[in-house]
């Protein structure tokens, strides 16, 4: 069993840095891959980032390439999101995710954090 909780977010201008944290609860973090997805108002939840559990790959959907970057520290039970030059677009709930292997299928995932609201104002 793995627990989620986000935080982070809040309210930025265009082209501002957010880092977004979730911190895990349960032994066996390190043998999960953590990601995170993103949904805004009236559309479906997309999937942003993911990082494996052993060897740190790291995976990104091409609308934040470039900008994002996941990272995670086993030995703290957490996993990062480093948001550069956020836009409006980029508003959303983010959410924290755990699963046995690296997802981009929301389907797929095993946990989810509760969320944490990311509103970029242009």
């Known amino acids: 069993q793995v627990q989620l909780v986000e935080s982070g977010g809040g309210l930025v201008q265009a082209g501002g840095s957010l880092r977004l944290s979730c911190a895990a609860s349960?032994?066996?973090?390190?043998?999960?891959?953590m990601g995170w997805f993103r949904q805004a108002p009236g559309k479906e939840r997309e999937f942003v980032a993911a990082?494996?559990?052993?060897?740190?790959?790291?995976f990104y959907a091409d609308s934040v390439k470039g900008r994002f970057t996941i990272s995670r520290d086993n030995t703290e039970n957490s996993v990062y999101l480093q948001m550069n030059n956020l836009k409006p677009e980029d508003t959303a709930v983010y959410y924290c995710?755990?699963?046995?292997?690296?997802?981009?299928?929301?389907?797929?995932?095993?946990?989810w954090g509760q969320g944490t609201q990311v509103t970029v104002s242009s």
């Open positions: 995710n755990a699963a046995r292997v690296l997802v981009v299928d929301s389907r797929l995932v095993d946990y």
């Open positions: 349960g032994r066996t973090f390190s043998t999960y891959a």
């Open positions: 990082i494996s559990w052993g060897d740190g790959i790291t």
